[in-house]
């Protein structure tokens, strides 16, 4: 059943059960599973197609999405759905976790004040914000491996651990949907405690370094007394990428082009942001550097907030964003929620002081960590805060007013405030949760230097009068061109940057390149180069870039410090079957403790592959502690036969973490494990000889859910390759066999294991169209172009019929070659073989970027008319043309019928088509009923809520006002047409870097005229000509420092003869313009 998206939604927390109840009445934590019902809008079904995104700009980094399948479509109504949910309570807190939503907590309630300290959203209604599209508001998000996280909308692994001490913990697992590391968090409730923590475990499984963030993403409830609170020291905060800074928490400058300062002028405190009310546009800010380890937000109207406490050692992260107070912010809260309201995020960073900014994580290695958060009330903003308590300190009047909220009881406790070494005032309480402790010193607040709260053996919280520091933190700049780079060392710290903060736009291949142009044995650029290589399967490459390396750094000196090339070189020789030469290499980068574990792993491994199973378990032993070894050390105790140790050892590992899909398989434990998981499983087993264990994780077939992508023929091309090594040729022919039959729907191969069996597939039968599909798809995925076209071409004269084949074939056939017509065809042959809006929507990008005009692209568009209205893109595509060939009409219909769903970065285009069509039909109207044409412009100025977007203060409607000012004057109000040209060729309110010139300038330069400021005209008459000379002489660079440009998301469309065509047209733009002068003035 749906539900009237107009009727009032709220989550109705079930009780607790009997058995949980009673634990809660005597003191303890209550923690029990039971689903919970919650309006829901439904995300759509996941594309069918991989999308090869890797220019694709996301939160500052690569916004790469495969091998996960996109969802980009949102249900419009809502209907009751059942979520698993966990609860967690004790006498002071309520929390409501959803572990089908990445295990977030969605729920966090300070029982004790009656408050949702975290954000409570009452339906789930996904936005397109995430990196695989839906993505929710509310509660505490953890994402990581990159914000936000992949696997944000996909469900986890959970189970629920009762601790000696009376704590519960429940526990979410998941492999990284994209990188395949393993994350754990833990949410940790204590019997007494007020606090929430939160600890995570972080893991690199793989074979390779790997970049990550993490960042806790907290949403709060937000109004006009709602105030977010940095430590005292606090004095600057930065964009994303540090790109900019600004002072705080009075901003001294433009900020997001927003000049506080100036509205300071015109309304007292307009520059404080940390008051959310008072930003108008999507802001993020980070903090630049504090001492301290709190931060939070405090509702002044409910008098409530909370604290959030991490060690600043690792996690120095802290920040604010919002959609903002304004029409944009307003528009993304009804994409988000139907009545709960706008909310800002405060969002905590581990290994991580910004977005994007990544940190290394080796392979083996694990990271653990824990934050904390808890409730307050009664006490006003924190000025300081532990993991005991939190003290505030603010001006009442001619005193100052002292609170303190504990997070669990304490006698005896005693508050000395002072001024120096004069004591202003001391109190002895009793603190808990329940009752803060608030009192006034007849002290003024300047007057007041510390404030302590301790017990008779220890300090709860000291706060202690401090400014914030003056000095102007360093601001970030793009790197040159790397010919403009003196210094080979910066060549590759520039690359290195640009590969651990995954910068989407520019490459480190130049870099390295030029580095080694210059010394052609620079061993770190060779050794940079040779671990690109591998990542892309290309092993011959990376072992001879690699053995460059290390030719130069043994030269002189045989053992080297650092082992990495050492141990890539044996990663490399052992995916080219070069066992003997791959332990060597092992061997030796183990003599360096970095990577003495990865590498002696990566030996007992071979060794355990090799038959050699006695060598296998003492080199696993010397692993260390890591799973992985002590899962091959098991492995290797049953293959010297003692079955019995063996599993006890399993056990014994599962016992400890029952959670690790790995260590489940091989003691029987198979659950809800989702189809790349069993697939790393086996491919795990299968690199160590572990042949059957292999077999038995992926003999389970693929669930029914597909979001996060299914196994389909992968699987059983990688068991036959495993079956090959194990000398089972019939049942590996029988498996191939499979495979051809196998349904490849959402089967996207990622990863170098899947590369190899795909390789392996090829040569056995190159004929096969599926393998030869499915292996052009993972090169495609790789950007090897050429490879991908070849084995697509293959695929597709094998008979291949499944249209994801043709699809990628024409993608190939653009990026290797240019060759649109082909790609014309191949997408012809895709659409026949399954009519697919997308394919319709990508055809049209080629139709676009082949140069076809509006009329040829609507007839190849309207050959699938029922399909134009499914997706919004193909959508807003179809009016555009509409409106370019002049079928205004039908174009309004759909822009004012049809309810769209932005992507985040996407804003504005709904509108912008809508305001272009708005004008069409206004001009018509003109001189027949210039009334109508004057309530249809301004009735737009503020657009439908049913285009989902809020216009930016930046993106002035110019046309409409030119337009409007006509039709005002037409029906013969000339005040009110000289207030519209006025508005038209108004500067924007905000302080934004001047945009490219474009159709908007001419209508700046249309109202100029209308208002006889000619000279004002000709300057913008000659600026569009200057745009279109430079579009003549070079392509626009892509900001370094963009957040978001989902534009650049499938096709190249800037290609000379695109830039020649907008040359064309700002060149006849200029000449109309100047011609509309000559008219008037004669």
């Not at 309630?109 to 789930?124: E, H, L, S, T």
């Not at 019929?801 to 070659?817: C, G, Q």
């Not at 044409?933 to 409607?957: C, K, Q, W, Y």
Request: with cysteine; glycine share 6%; proline share 6%.
């Amino acid at each position: 059943m749906t539900r009237d998206n107009d009727a009032p939604s709220r989550i109705v927390l079930p009780d607790a059960p009997a058995d949980q109840a009673a634990i809660l009445a005597a003191g303890g934590v209550a923690c029990w599973s039971e689903p919970v019902s919650i309006d829901t809008y439904e995300a759509g079904d996941p594309d069918p197609y991989p999308l090869f995104l890797d220019r694709r700009v996301y939160q500052g980094s690569s916004g790469k999405v495969y091998p996960l399948p996109m969802i980009d479509s949102v249900s419009q109504t809502k209907a009751p759905r059942r979520w698993q949910a966990i609860h967690l309570e004790n006498a002071y807190v309520r929390l409501m976790l959803l572990p089908e939503i990445g295990g977030r907590i969605h729920i966090g309630y300070d029982k004790v004040a009656g408050y949702d300290f975290f954000y409570r959203n009452n339906v789930i209604k996904p936005a397109l914000v995430g990196l695989a599209g839906p993505w929710i508001s509310g509660g505490v998000e953890f994402n990581w491996p990159q914000h936000h996280r992949p696997a944000t909308y996909l469900p986890v692994d959970t189970r629920i651990e009762r601790e000696d001490d009376g704590a519960v913990v429940v526990w979410h697992s998941d492999l990284d949907p994209l990188q395949r590391m393993r994350g754990v968090h833990g949410i940790r409730l204590r019997p007494g405690s007020s606090l929430v923590e939160a600890e995570a475990i972080l893991h690199n499984r793989t074979d390779v370094p790997q970049t990550f963030l993490w960042w806790a993403n907290v949403a709060a409830r937000v109004h006009e007394e709602y105030q977010s609170f940095f430590p005292d020291d606090v004095g600057f905060v930065a964009d994303h990428a540090r790109r900019a800074i600004s002072a705080f928490p009075r901003a001294d400058r433009a900020y997001y082009g927003v000049d506080y300062p100036t509205l300071a002028d015109e309304r007292a405190d307009a520059d404080r942001i940390d008051i959310y009310s008072n930003i108008p546009v999507p802001t993020s800010y980070m903090i630049t550097d504090t001492d301290d380890e709190y931060f939070g937000g405090y509702d002044h109207a409910a008098d409530a907030g909370f604290v959030h406490w991490a060690d600043r050692s690792v996690s120095p992260g802290k920040k604010q964003w919002t959609w903002g107070n304004g029409p944009i912010g307003h528009a993304w809260d009804d994409q988000l929620t139907d009545a709960d309201g706008p909310y800002v995020e405060l969002m905590a960073g581990v290994y991580t002081d910004n977005q994007p900014d990544f940190s290394w994580l080796l392979p083996g290695e694990t990271k653990t960590f824990s934050q904390f958060w808890y409730p307050i009330h009664r006490m006003g903003p924190a000025r300081q805060a532990t993991t005991d308590a939190a003290v505030a300190v603010s001006p009442d009047g001619a005193g100052t007013r002292i609170g303190v909220v504990a997070t669990t009881a304490f006698e005896n406790v005693t508050i000395t405030v002072r001024s120096g070494d004069a004591e202003l005032a001391e109190w002895t309480t009793a603190l808990d949760p329940r009752t803060p402790f608030v009192q006034t010193v007849d002290a003024a607040s300047d007057d007041v230097v510390t404030v302590t709260v301790a017990t008779a053996d220890r300090t709860l919280v000291e706060w202690t009068a401090k400014a914030a520091s003056d000095e102007e933190p360093w601001v970030a700049t793009a790197p040159d061109a790397p010919e403009d780079i003196d210094a080979n060392d910066e060549l590759y710290v520039t690359a290195v940057h640009l590969i651990q903060y995954r910068h989407p736009t520019r490459s480190p291949l130049p870099y390295l390149r030029e580095a080694l142009r210059r010394d052609p044995s620079d061993s770190r650029a060779a050794t940079a180069l040779g671990a690109w290589h591998l990542n892309r399967g290309e092993y011959t490459e990376a072992k001879d870039a690699l053995e460059t390396a290390l030719a130069r750094i043994t030269r002189r000196n045989l053992n080297p410090r650092d082992g990495e090339p050492f141990y890539l070189l044996g990663l490399a020789c052992e995916r080219l079957g070069e066992d003997d030469a791959a332990d060597r290499w092992f061997g030796k980068a183990a003599w360096n403790a970095a990577w003495a574990a990865p590498a002696t792993l990566a030996r007992a491994r071979i060794a355990l592959r090799g038959g050699d199973a006695r060598a296998a378990l003492r080199l696993a032993g010397a692993a260390g502690p890591i799973p992985e070894a002590r899962r091959l050390a098991a492995l290797a105790t049953a293959f010297l036969g003692d079955a019995a140790s063996a599993a006890d050892a399993l056990r014994e590992l599962h016992a400890a973490d029952p959670l690790d899909p790995a260590t489940s398989a091989l003691v029987g434990v198979h659950g809800d494990r989702d189809a790349r998981t069993a697939l790393d499983v086996g491919a795990e087993f299968a690199r160590a000889g572990a042949y059957d264990a292999a077999l038995a994780a992926t003999a389970q077939t693929d669930p029914a859910a597909p979001a996060a992508g299914l196994a389909g023929p992968i699987r059983h091309y990688l068991r036959a390759h495993w079956l090959d090594a194990a000398g089972r040729a019939d049942e590996a022919a029988a498996e191939r066999e499979a495979a051809r039959r196998a349904p490849a729907a959402f089967a996207f191969p990622a990863g170098l294991d899947q590369h190899d069996a795909l390789v392996a597939a090829v040569d056995a039968d190159p004929a096969d169209a599926v393998a030869t599909g499915l292996l052009g798809m993972w090169m495609l995925d790789a950007a090897r172009n050429a490879e991908a076209l070849a084995l697509l071409r293959t695929a597709a004269e094998a008979g291949s019929t499944d249209p994801v084949v043709w699809r990628n074939l024409a993608i190939a056939a653009v990026a290797a070659e240019d060759d649109t017509d082909a790609a014309a065809r191949a997408f012809e042959r895709a659409l026949a073989l399954r009519p697919d809006a997308r394919l319709v929507f990508e055809r049209d990008v080629l139709a676009e970027r082949r140069g076809l005009d509006a009329g040829a692209r609507l007839d190849l568009l309207e050959q699938f008319a029922s399909l134009l209205g499914t997706r919004d893109d193909l959508s807003l595509r179809h009016v555009t043309l509409l409106l370019d060939a002049g079928r205004v009409d039908e174009a309004w219909d759909i822009l004012t019928t049809r309810f769209f769903r932005p992507f985040e970065g996407g804003e504005g285009r709904v509108i912008a088509a809508y305001d272009r069509a708005a004008c069409t039909k206004a001009r018509s109207l003109v001189e027949t009923d210039p009334a109508a044409a004057v309530r249809l412009l301004e009735e737009g100025m503020t657009p439908p809520a049913h285009l989902g977007e809020g216009r930016h203060p930046a993106e002035r409607p110019v046309e409409r006002w030119v337009v409007l000012g006509d039709a005002r004057l037409a029906a013969g109000d000339e005040s009110g047409a000289r207030e519209a040209w006025e508005s038209a060729r108004a500067a924007t309110p905000l302080a934004v870097a001047p945009r490219p010139a474009d159709e908007a300038t001419f209508w700046t330069g249309v109202a100029h005229t209308r208002l006889a400021e000619h000279a004002d005209a000709d300057a913008i008459w000659q600026e569009l000509d200057d745009r279109a000379a430079q579009l003549r002489r070079e392509r626009d660079a892509v900001d370094y420092f963009a957040t978001s440009l989902p534009e650049l998301a499938l096709f190249d469309t800037d290609t000379g003869a695109a830039r020649e065509r907008t040359a064309d047209a700002l060149e006849a733009l200029a000449s109309r313009g100047r011609s509309l002068h000559e008219m008037i003035a004669s």
